[in-house]
């Protein structure tokens, strides 16, 4: 199979300066065959962008761990300075008090240390030749340390939380859809996110969306939300897996309300994780979805399956409370599958809606946001049903723009059989040529 990893490209993506200007001589070395000397430079790279990286800490966020790191590998380098013993405890001392590299990156970095160690040293072997990393290895170890260490940002979970919110809150009024903000938290924070900095940013902005009802978070909640479910999309095995580690945690949530209602549009998406909660968080989500007509449009994962759900929709649709549904509700009652047999459920839905109008005015919102918008996506079978349901409410049929509306329908019903035959819809046809 083809490499298409490019080095060259993955080397542009470096975060500091200093360090893109040192790994250019990796680089060369690299691309001229000299691949001893390519791994003794960038060992000495790698070092050298964990001590900036470090001293960012320091100086963005006065990290004190960060600090005492670095005053820690100062003090054994001014104790013996032709000893390299600092190095590896600055590579250990990272990964164990910091969150800038995980197990496995530590170990890369160490077998990088160890492939210098045999470049930069003269160790002959049984031919007395020096040794002489080959090509794949030198490139693995590049790659290695390009993706572990030299184009992640310095960060770390405690500060980037509130970053991120109080960033959130200051952007909110420009980024105003999901396409402007996916690209500006790509570009900020989630591409410089390693995996546990990704989990606990998706703990964090969970409290706020789902759980807290203060002031501040019910007035970035939805923005909160975004974030959150474009963060969960990056990689949604893992964000489950953290759901089912910590069940308690994600479990508490708020007891009804925005929270709950905000949580309904999210497990409307992914309704695996409904299954994953705890049976106190369930019986607050059900209590939500009674209550809340978006919630209860949304709320299909609780139903044995969508032709359920369709049914009890078009029962509460149908009967007294007479809910009101806006436009963006439809959409995602329509984003809940993209099969053609839920497509064809929504259209019923939607004559379902229509002619449960309890009076002339929301009748002629109903036709006009939710039944002309859609009817060229109208088989006749549809059609039928929707007049069907026209001939027994007189809310539909006689109101003053009945006429024109129901001239569209009858227009659609033409176009897909002109020799259909109305002799069995006196009413809708009376009312339609008055």
């Known amino acids: 199979m083809l490499d298409e990893y490019s080095i060259e490209q993955r080397a542009t993506q470096i975060f500091d300066a200093r360090t893109k200007e040192y790994f250019s001589e990796v680089l060369s070395c690299y691309s001229a065959g000299n691949y001893r000397s390519a791994v003794v430079m960038l060992w000495s790279v790698a070092i050298c962008d964990l001590l900036f990286k470090l001293q960012n800490l320091v100086d963005l966020h006065g990290d004190a761990k960060a600090k005492e790191i670095l005053e820690d590998v100062g003090r054994l380098q001014q104790e013996n300075e032709r000893s390299p013993i600092w190095e590896t405890k600055l590579v250990e001392s990272v990964a164990e008090q910091t969150q800038l590299l995980d197990i496995a990156e530590r170990e890369n970095l160490l077998h990088l240390q160890r492939q210098r160690h045999l470049a930069a040293h003269p160790v002959v072997n049984a031919n007395f030749q020096l040794h002489r990393p080959n090509r794949e290895t030198a490139r693995a170890l590049i790659r290695n340390t390009l993706d572990g260490v030299l184009t992640k940002a310095p960060i770390l979970s405690k500060q980037i939380v509130n970053e991120l919110v109080e960033d959130l809150e200051q952007a909110s009024g420009i980024l105003i859809d999901d396409k402007k903000l996916k690209a500006y938290l790509e570009s900020k924070y989630y591409n410089r996110f390693n995996p546990e900095v990704e989990k606990a940013v998706f703990k964090a902005l969970w409290k706020f969306a789902f759980r807290l009802t203060d002031e501040r978070c019910e007035k970035n909640r939805a923005i909160n939300y975004s974030a959150l479910r474009l963060l969960y999309s990056r990689n949604p095995a893992q964000f489950r897996a953290k759901i089912e ?174 020799n259909f035959d109305f002799t069995a819809y006196k009413t809708f046809v009376r009312y339609l040529d008055d």
Do not use: M
């Not at 139903?303 to 963006?328: F, M, V």
């Not at 109008?357 to 859609?374: L, M």
């Open 245 to 418: 580690a910590e069940k308690d945690y994600f479990s508490t949530i708020a007891t009804g309300g925005a929270p709950v209602v905000c949580l309904i549009h999210f497990l409307s998406r992914e309704a695996s994780i409904y299954g994953l909660l705890a049976d106190h968080a369930k019986t607050a989500i059900q209590h939500a979805a009674e209550s809340d007509p978006s919630a209860r449009c949304l709320a299909w994962f609780t139903a044995t399956n969508l032709q359920a759900h369709a049914d009890r929709l078009g029962e509460w649709i149908s009967g007294k409370d007479y809910p009101h549904i806006d436009c963006a509700i439809w959409d995602e009652i329509e984003e809940l599958s993209d099969s053609p047999e839920w497509a064809k459920l929504v259209v019923r839905l939607f004559n379902k809606y229509y002619v449960a109008s309890g009076s002339y005015n929301t009748a002629d919102r109903r036709f006009s946001e939710v039944i002309r918008p859609n009817l060229d996506r109208y088989e006749l079978d549809d059609c039928i049903d929707l007049v069907e349901g026209i001939q027994g409410n007189d809310q539909t049929y006689g109101r003053g723009r009945a006429r024109t509306d129901h001239q569209a329908l009858r227009a659609r019903i033409l176009a897909l059989d002109p």
